[in-house]
């Protein structure tokens, strides 16, 4: 097996820790699974496009029909149905056309956008002109705002978007489409006013150089998010005036990570993220199928892209397991774990998340 590049001296010698963690945990026939990072599961060739494991997966975007257990038990996740297979992916933004507002992946309510009208950070000419209505005030519940929309997973996400002045210098979120709380970064001066701590957490603004600003906030939630955080001007429309806007990012995490375009499904930069099955939250799955129950004492510990370790304890486990969340890689065994096996296990689903 691959390490992952951790070294542990034990009895004078190195030991990985992937290696550390898997005779720790299953070194006394423990059952479960043991896929603490798909990233090394794609090295290692313990991918497949099938569920049959006769076409491997070579790269990002390709379909994976079967994810191969490391815990010496064979119970291997698998998936019959093509159209319900997980990608391989290495994207971190959840949007679709981040770079073009005026995109129908977007919708705008009232506002127009100018595309490719200036140098954008990355110094192309792609930044978009968010231009309100005339009369148009951005306090009101109809106010010009452009958003994407959509139901995802519960958990904490990160949203940030390029910013820079032209006849406006005020840019503003709105938690919901014709209510919620408002979000307001000033360019002038990089001052911050929030409506609602609790839905915006920890904003910043980040001067980024050529008049640009980069702008984030945390948001969390206990339950399934429809993301609708609509951005507008924060100043009053005369149907020519703007701002300029690039870049939009919704991504997993309390931390605003390096921004990547996305175009589409499969055509988005790669900034080097760790590789991760992404799965549409609709109808795709890998499953397990156990020999039989494991029983009521499991500790189920997943590596969350841009989050890190999410370890349950005392976890009910039949005959079989769903993997139907976004994840770098999942452990199971049938057993309580010491504290210094959580934290070993701790490490090794941390680095497989990136962070």
């Known amino acids: 097996m691959i390490g992952i590049g951790i070294g542990i001296t034990a009895g004078g010698r190195s030991v990985s820790l992937f290696n550390r963690v898997y005779q720790e945990l299953f070194g006394s026939g423990e059952q479960g699974i043991y896929m603490p990072s798909v990233h090394e599961s794609f090295l290692r060739g313990d991918l497949y496009q099938d569920a049959a494991g006769t076409t491997p997966v070579t790269a990002a975007g390709q379909p994976v029909g079967l994810l191969l257990d490391r815990s010496g038990n064979d119970n291997h996740a698998s998936q019959a149905t093509s159209a319900a297979r997980p990608a391989l992916q290495t994207r971190v933004n959840m949007i679709t056309k981040s770079e073009n507002f005026n995109d129908s992946a977007w919708i705008l309510s009232s506002p127009s956008v100018a595309t490719a009208v200036a140098l954008s950070p990355a110094g192309t000419m ?5 231009i309100p209505a005339n009369g148009a ?3 009101a519940a109809n106010s010009s705002g452009v958003y994407q929309f959509g139901s995802i997973p519960q958990g904490t996400y990160t949203i940030s978007v390029y910013a820079k002045t032209a006849e406006h210098s005020k840019l503003r979120f709105r938690e919901g489409v014709s209510t919620g709380a408002f979000l307001t970064f000033d360019l002038s001066d990089s001052s911050i ?4 701590a609790a839905v915006f957490v920890s904003p910043t603004i980040e001067d980024v150089g050529g008049g640009w600003f980069r702008c984030d906030f945390t948001t969390a939630s206990n339950t ?3 993301h609708r955080y609509v951005l ?3 100043e009053v429309g005369d149907d020519s005036s703007g701002i300029l806007i690039w870049g939009y990012q919704f991504e997993p995490g309390a931390d605003r990570t390096t921004y990547q375009r996305v175009t589409s499904t499969n055509d988005y930069a790669d900034v080097g993220a760790k590789r991760r099955l992404w799965l549409d939250n609709v109808d795709d799955k890998l499953t397990v199928t156990f020999p039989s129950s494991l029983g009521s004492a499991c500790t189920v510990g997943r590596a969350m892209p841009g989050v ?3 370890i349950l304890t005392g976890q009910t486990v039949g005959d ?3 993997l139907i969340a ?3 890689g999942i452990v199971i065994v049938n057993r309580a774990l010491t504290a210094g096996e959580t934290n070993r296990l701790t490490q090794l689903l941390d680095k497989a998340a990136g962070v």
């Open 126 to 130: 792609s930044a978009n002109k968010l």
């Open 137 to 139: 005030d951005p306090a």
């Open 193 to 196: 006013t929030n409506g609602s």
């Open 224 to 226: 399934t998010i429809l």
């Open 232 to 234: 507008r001007s924060g």
């Open 308 to 310: 890190g370790a999410s």
């Open 320 to 322: 079989s397991y769903d």
């Open 326 to 328: 976004t994840t770098c």
